[in-house]
């Protein structure tokens, strides 16, 4: 991503989508029924977590693009048997999302000639900013309604209400009641202001087993009840590298529905250099210089040290520290 380095609110992937989220048709009893007959109502359609894209002609592991990939609609009449999402309207005309995670994969690619259902993490860098953050929209959407079927007090079925923006339990005796959910997590560059012997400025990434070749990124974690971001950013850091910081300093946040997360990035200040893994989340965290990033491969590529992925709040926050180094 290029982004001007004087530019103070950060527009990453997946975010910054012009919909309107309110629409009257939300507080309709029948909202249903008026979406699903609405002339110019358009279906992005989820299945098993992943999107409807054309263009895509690579397989599970393959990631090859040979034309421009865009994202496919389909029409109400396609998807009679799906739980529907009204995401909002575009020139008020319904945008919608429906889950056919119970279709077949036959049914689910018989659903159009041109177009096959990707997971967006493949697709997102490559997409139109708005189709990606949409699509990132509907897959957030319909992951919260597929875990929140049944009433966590008593357990009966909920009901799907306010265009999707509700789930109501209809016992009269309990009368829960849920929200479409995201799960706050920091993530974090921590810095070493030059505290090395050399004076050179370096940066602390991490390793979790399980990426690919070479890759280190940012250090995250999950927001804790009762913590503020400053100090889960504090505990995460200290629990993945045995680090002390300071300075925690706010810099961009960005939806990651992967499943549902919302990621508040930040840069802070290392009070100390001397790193120990406290818990099993990471396989190595290390210092880095501008330098060592700079030859670095990216997510992927068969090289001993590689960035973050393209379209992640990681990748931003290793960008924007390389742009203030000389
Ligand atoms: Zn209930």
């Not at 139109?128 to 049944?150: F, I, P």
Request: with cysteine.
């Amino acid at each position: 991503m290029n982004l001007p380095a004087s530019q103070s609110v950060a527009q990453l992937p997946y975010s910054g989508l012009r919909l309107k989220r309110t629409s009257p048709i939300r507080d309709q009893a029948d909202w249903d029924d008026i979406c699903r007959t609405h002339p110019d109502a358009k279906v992005i359609p989820v299945w098993q977590g992943k999107s409807l894209i054309s263009g895509w002609n690579g397989g599970e592991e393959d990631a090859s693009i040979d034309q421009p990939l865009t994202m496919k609609t389909v029409e109400t009449s396609s998807v009679a048997d799906a739980e529907l999402v009204l995401l909002g309207v575009d020139d008020e005309s319904p945008m919608l999302a429906a889950d056919l995670s119970h279709w077949s994969q036959a049914d689910a690619n018989a659903l159009t000639q041109d177009a096959r259902f990707v997971d967006l993490r493949k697709v997102g860098a490559a997409l139109d900013t708005q189709e990606a953050a949409l699509l990132s929209y509907a897959r957030g959407m319909v992951h919260w309604h597929q875990t929140h079927r049944h009433c966590g007090r008593c357990g009966a079925a909920t009901l799907n209400e306010r265009g999707g923006m509700l789930r109501r339990c209809p016992e009269t005796s309990c009368s829960g009641q849920a929200f479409p959910r995201i799960d706050p997590a920091v993530i974090v560059l921590v810095v070493d202001d030059s505290l090395h012997p050399d004076g050179v400025p370096r940066c602390l990434l991490g390793r979790a087993a399980g990426w690919p070749k070479g890759v280190y990124s940012t250090l995250a974690g999950f927001v804790e009840p009762g913590e503020t971001l400053e100090e889960t950013v504090a505990r995460e850091v200290r629990e993945e590298s045995g680090i002390g910081i300071r300075d925690v300093r706010y810099q961009a946040s960005q939806p990651w529905p992967f499943p549902s997360s919302l990621m508040i990035g930040f840069h802070a200040t290392a009070r100390t250099l001397d790193i120990a893994r406290h818990d099993q989340e990471l396989e190595d965290a290390r210092w880095f210089s501008a330098r060592d990033l700079r030859d670095a491969g990216t997510w992927g590529e068969d090289k001993t040290l590689c960035l973050p992925r393209q379209d992640s709040i990681a990748r931003y926050l290793v960008e924007r520290w390389l742009e203030q180094q000389a």
